[in-house]
DNA sequence: CCGATTTGCAGAAACGTTTCAGCAAAACCG
DNA sequence: CGGTTTTGCTGAAACGTTTCTGCAAATCGG
């Protein structure tokens, strides 16, 4: 495929063709002249010669002059983007990817292997005006980042520095939401599969677990709070945790995807769902309709979320001082086949 | 977050601190001079400079000179990759992403909506080195590319032009293979749940089963050849299938993913799997290892081929003739256990 | 020790755009 | 009609690199 050598046109090119300036080209084409105004004869020429030559602007030029890329980064925790993506990564990417065909920016994702140090000098070498992060507590990146004022929005994890801006939900509130509704059902053996450590709204789910536990007078059983952090897992872990015979008789799941992947493993175990054991699960993503028994789960606006943290970097990179900043989004429980009332002969429990 | 207004330190900076011209800092830096022979006294003073100034070049201005970006787009048929993302294409992208981050490129995912015209302009714009393009048959944008000499190649596809770089599977002897093994497990009303018209890997996996179907004396029964395009449109359109008197006893889905949405549909109309019907997938992605039952399917070495079309792009882009620019994957069956020999009784066909 | 070659570096051009400052000509005002 | 403003456009600078050409100084060969 011996790249045509065929010099694309240039402004000059069409500049000399319809025998005026490149500054009138630039004008003309770009529409938003301040000091030139273009007569009508002028720009018809202008348009014509363009159309002819097939001329397309080099954006790159564009971008080193005007310096803006008109490119946002999506930033996952290292590795995370094509390791494990699932229906939740597939829904923040079409939030994102909505808002930003509105706004006018294209999406890159950065795939290299770079240090710690490297990712923000790659994020600022200029190719990209912003970026979303979904990133670890604690994670170095974001203070560097900060600290160089390039715009970026934090998602789906809270932010921890003062002035950072980020879009998360009330999950402190969801994991309560998720916990009263089993409370509700006659459940007392409740385990929380957590995900991973650095994950703020893991923890923040595990939190309002734990504390609406405790606002009813359930002693929290630390050994049913346990680690799955993807659905691989599941069909390894899981056993651990259902075989002991003081086996939990409901599941919170941090995450769709993982309680998803429970379902079959279960009923591998011989446990029916939700007869035996009752699962609930987090974000309540369109999957969770399709599967048998429909999934119970607390519902996160995934794709608004996505959506609002992408406007607000857009603001950012505008320059304007949005109002807030940091914005949290309410959640509610859609409850649906996977949860039943305690089969109370199997709970050791119970009496 | 106000953008900080410190202007970032530019090559001029780096040569006035070490006291060299920028030429010199520039073949320091980059390493390879042709032209330049550097000191080590004199290599070391820009360094530090460099270090000193946390000097990081401008990879806009780079690209815009150096006339490359170091960037491959990855482009799927429109509208496709946000609507439908899938354990598909979540392999393929793990396939394209390896190989990127070994020949040094970055990523980038088109979303703004253009139009046909368009698109080949946004490809071509510089900022772009080569796409890789997953697109339907008679896509006009392949064509445009062509003639323009932008390196592309085509992958799960089959390439239609002469002198169209692709990477395929012999989407023909799989079919084959998948049908030939449900007419071997005594199936005779076999569907083929087919993808969009577009694909020509749906077209070739028909015509397979076809070919297949008509060398053992099997009359196809073009009623039987079904489309779903996708997973959510399973539990709507597959009963319309399956609730005929003659309905089939085997399904052979063009894709994994669909396959893996019909089978809770399928137990809810009290169908077992595979004791009632029998299902053949595509792909066989590892999730036909964690459904239950595992899924059969014709394996397809999507992440081998995703890597392989990355680097045929990359060496189009290097302008390099290669040898072959026209790839075929072999395909083979992995029978797992949502296949067993058809049960005599509940098909009306035999008798 | 003299001419030829190599070494080490610098200045300037180029990449293709946007934008700033300027400048004639035309239009307007009283 | 003289001065001010507006109109319509142009040339040059700027963006931050890489690379080409050139040119002294150092080294080498005999």
């Known amino acids: 495929m011996r790249r045509r050598e065929v010099r694309r046109p240039t402004i000059d090119d069409v500049a000399r063709k319809a025998g005026v300036g490149k500054a009138t080209v630039s004008a003309v084409l770009n529409g938003r002249s301040r ?5 009508a004869d002028t720009a018809r020429r202008v348009m014509e010669a363009a159309r002819e030559l097939e001329y397309r602007p080099n954006q790159l030029a564009r971008m080193l002059v005007r310096r803006k890329a008109d490119i946002l980064a999506v930033v996952f925790q290292r590795g995370y983007f094509f390791l494990s993506w699932s229906s939740f990564t597939a829904e923040v990417m079409r939030g994102v990817s909505s808002a930003a065909v509105e706004l006018g920016y294209d999406l890159m994702l950065h795939t290299r292997d770079v240090t710690d140090r490297g990712e923000a000098d790659v994020l600022t070498d200029g190719r990209i005006d912003g970026a979303l ?3 670890d507590a604690g994670d170095p990146l974001v203070p560097e980042l900060l600290e160089r004022g390039f715009p970026f929005v934090r998602f789906f994890s809270k932010g921890e520095l003062p002035d950072e801006p980020f879009v998360d939900a009330d999950n402190v509130g969801g994991g309560r939401l998720a916990t009263a509704h089993l409370l509700d059902l006659g459940h007392r ?3 929380f599969i957590r995900g991973s450590d650095g994950s703020t709204a893991s923890n923040d789910r595990l939190a309002g ?8 007078g359930v002693e929290p059983d630390p050994r049913l709070v346990f680690p799955i952090l993807s659905p691989q897992d599941v069909p390894e872990r899981l056993p651990d945790l ?9 599941l919170f799941v941090w995450s769709d995807d993982v309680a998803l992947a429970c379902i079959p493993v279960l009923l591998d175990m011989g446990l029916r769902v939700p007869a035996d054991v009752s699962i609930v699960g987090f974000d309540s993503l369109e999957v969770c309709n399709r599967s048998v028994p ?4 607390v519902r996160q606006p995934v794709f ?4 609002e943290a992408t406007r607000l970097l857009g603001r950012l990179i505008d320059g304007e001082e949005p ?3 940091r914005i949290l989004f309410p959640l509610q429980l859609d409850v649906r086949g996977s949860t039943a009332p305690c089969p109370a002969r199997t709970n050791p429990s119970l009496s």
Do not use: F, G
């Open 35 to 39: 000091h030139a105004r273009i007569s």
């Open 133 to 135: 992060l979904l990133r």
């Open 189 to 191: 053996r409740i385990a």
């Open 209 to 216: 677990y734990l504390c609406e536990l405790e606002s009813r």
């Open 242 to 250: 259902m075989r002991r015979p003081d086996r939990p008789t409901a």
């Open 294 to 297: 429909p999934l119970t789960s």
């Open 304 to 307: 608004d979320m996505a959506r």
């Open 323 to 325: 109002a807030e900043r």
